[in-house]
């Protein structure tokens, strides 16, 4: 298995708030999403040690802070 540092992967978490229209530089009407990108932050890092595989867990958005454990 690769090194998970080895790979990079670009994208964006957020959420879809609508559509709507814009238009291009040639005059045509393009529809287009309107997302909302929030910041994210990695919460958990799987390994092929402790957990047989890799993975990243990515949080998103607000969490109620009742449901945080202390640190």
């Given amino acids: 298995m690769a090194d998970i540092n080895s790979k990079i992967s670009k994208g964006l978490l957020g959420t879809k708030l609508g559509m709507t ?12 999403t309107v997302i909302e990108v929030a910041p994210n932050v990695v919460t958990q890092v799987r390994t092929p040690e402790k957990d ?3 993975a990243v867990q990515i949080a998103y958005g607000q ?9």
Avoid: A
């Fill in 21 to 32: 229209q814009v238009w291009d530089e040639n005059g045509k009407l393009v529809p287009v």
């Fill in 52 to 54: 047989g595989y890799n």
């Fill in 63 to 71: 969490i109620d802070p009742r449901k945080v454990n202390k640190p």
